[in-house]
């Protein structure tokens, strides 16, 4: 599972935290070290596993899951299998003589070794974070952006302000992504919905402006992946070439040539097309932000320029969305996620 470390980090400690503080209503880190054969700071440091100067090793957490704090046999699995990325030998789940000696022995009895699937471990997390919801607070309250024209800058810059997290980002979508529109089409585009010279046009065109270069530099970095839907892509190619669409037909071709460069030029952009309808249009920025999209503007109605929106800022509900995408890009098939092929498909819709 392409998790980046950062991902991981903050996903264990949660998952280490909650354990040790709601359901083994343990307060005491010592305890917990005590039990697991290990140092109190070592606990501390895997329940603040997101602070990257932390060096973490595979012997330390596997103490913690079974002696500290006595996961499932399933979940000690599931977290592991995580958590391989962090250290560089190939060691990731239980071997069957750790099962016997640090669980069947210990505290589950039943533990027998299994050799699971990454599906069948994504599986497993995701029923750990019901249950942690299930026991949590209620959900964080939620930013709700309207469809008129100042929900449109605020729905901005909440991305924009997303875009500053230092972690991968994907999104699932029935259009071209944002960013494969040239600039001076989308500048043109904003000059056009709010009138040159106006408060409003200038506000917005410096928001987005610094999305566009937050973008450039920070794609160097980081991956970015898409699940995009091929009939919408399509229809909106279509339309476009007809001059159905806010943009001129011209625009939309060069919308197209521009999205075709990007991918052909950044290793750590990749697409996936989608042969299911996109039932929920959602950012994702890591497991640390989500944005649901709920309705586009229609592209021939320049007055409804806002998008409705809601950013979601509780961290459960992202990590649940955070595994539906690994989920569904795992399902999508190999020819579907072949950059060349993307390519072929997207010359065929401006041609």
Same mark, same amino acid.
């Not at 995580?82 to 250290?87: E, K, V």
């Not at 979508?173 to 409003?200: C, M, Y």
């Not at 190619?237 to 075709?260: N, Y």
């Given at each position: 599972?392409?998790?980046?470390?950062?991902?991981?980090?903050?996903?264990?400690?949660?998952?280490?935290?909650?354990?040790?503080?709601?359901?083994?209503g343990?307060?005491?880190? #010592?305890?917990?070290?005590?039990?697991?054969?290990?140092?109190?700071?070592?606990?501390?440091?895997?329940?603040?596993?997101?602070?990257?100067d932390?060096?973490?090793?595979?012997?330390? /957490?596997?103490?913690?899951?079974?002696?500290?704090?006595?996961?499932?046999?399933?979940?000690?699995?599931?977290?592991? $299998?995580?958590?391989?990325?962090?250290?560089?030998?190939?060691?990731?789940?239980?071997?069957?003589?750790? %099962?016997?000696?640090?669980?069947? #022995?210990?505290?589950?009895?039943?533990?027998?070794?299994?050799?699971?699937?990454p599906?069948?471990?994504?599986?497993?997390?995701?029923?750990?974070?019901?249950?942690?919801?299930e026991?949590?607070?209620?959900? #964080?309250?939620?930013?709700?952006?309207?469809?008129?024209?100042?929900?449109?800058?605020?729905?901005?810059?909440?991305?924009?302000?997303?875009?500053?997290?230092?972690?991968?980002?994907?999104? %699932?979508?029935?259009?071209?992504?944002?960013?494969?529109?040239?600039?001076?089409?989308?500048e043109?585009?904003?000059?056009?919905?709010?009138?040159?010279?106006?408060?409003?046009?200038?506000?917005?065109?410096?928001?987005?402006?610094q999305?566009?270069? $937050? $973008?450039?530099?920070?794609?160097?970095?980081?991956?970015?992946?898409?699940?995009?839907?091929?009939?919408?892509? *399509?229809?909106?190619f279509?339309?476009?070439?007809?001059?159905?669409?806010?943009?001129?037909?011209?625009?939309?071709?060069?919308?197209?040539?521009?999205?075709?460069?990007?991918?052909?030029?950044?290793?750590?952009?990749?697409?996936?097309?989608?042969?299911?309808?996109?039932?929920?249009?959602?950012?994702?920025?890591?497991?640390?932000?989500?944005?649901?999209?709920?309705? *586009?503007?229609?592209?021939?109605?320049?007055?409804r #320029?806002?998008?409705?929106?809601?950013?979601?800022?509780?961290?459960?509900?992202? /990590?649940?969305?955070?595994?539906?995408?690994?989920?569904?890009?795992?399902?999508?098939?190999?020819?579907?996620?072949?950059?060349?092929?993307?390519?072929? $498909? /997207?010359?065929?819709?401006?041609?």
């Amino acid at each position: 599972m392409p998790f980046h470390e950062r991902e991981v980090r903050a996903l264990i400690s949660l998952l280490l935290r909650f354990r040790r503080e709601k359901e083994l209503g343990e307060r005491s880190q #010592s305890a917990i070290a005590r039990r697991a054969g290990i140092s109190q700071a070592r606990v501390s440091n895997w329940e603040q596993a997101a602070n990257p100067d932390y060096t973490l090793g595979r012997e330390s /957490l596997k103490r913690l899951l079974t002696f500290g704090l006595h996961f499932p046999y399933e979940e000690v699995d599931a977290i592991l $299998w995580l958590a391989c990325s962090l250290w560089r030998d190939d060691k990731d789940v239980l071997t069957p003589g750790e %099962v016997k000696d640090f669980l069947e #022995s210990v505290y589950d009895h039943s533990a027998v070794f299994q050799r699971r699937s990454p599906q069948e471990y994504e599986q497993i997390l995701t029923k750990i974070l019901k249950r942690i919801e299930e026991k949590s607070r209620p959900a #964080s309250p939620l930013t709700i952006f309207s469809a008129a024209p100042s929900g449109r800058l605020d729905f901005e810059r909440a991305l924009l302000e997303m875009e500053y997290t230092e972690q991968p980002k994907m999104s %699932v979508t029935n259009l071209p992504p944002f960013f494969s529109r040239p600039w001076e089409i989308e500048e043109r585009w904003h000059r056009q919905v709010f009138g040159a010279d106006t408060k409003e046009y200038h506000d917005m065109v410096q928001v987005v402006k610094q999305r566009y270069d $937050w $973008w450039e530099s920070w794609i160097e970095r980081y991956p970015y992946r898409v699940i995009g839907e091929r009939t919408g892509i *399509e229809r909106y190619f279509a339309e476009g070439r007809q001059g159905k669409a806010m943009l001129k037909p011209s625009d939309v071709r060069a919308q197209g040539e521009r999205w075709i460069k990007l991918l052909q030029r950044h290793d750590n952009y990749a697409f996936a097309v989608s042969d299911a309808l996109v039932l929920m249009k959602y950012i994702l920025f890591g497991i640390s932000h989500l944005m649901l999209v709920v309705s *586009e503007p229609r592209q021939d109605d320049p007055a409804r #320029s806002g998008i409705e929106a809601i950013r979601i800022a509780d961290p459960l509900l992202t /990590l649940r969305f955070r595994l539906e995408f690994e989920q569904t890009w795992q399902n999508i098939p190999e020819e579907n996620k072949d950059k060349e092929r993307i390519i072929e $498909w /997207l010359r065929v819709q401006i041609s």
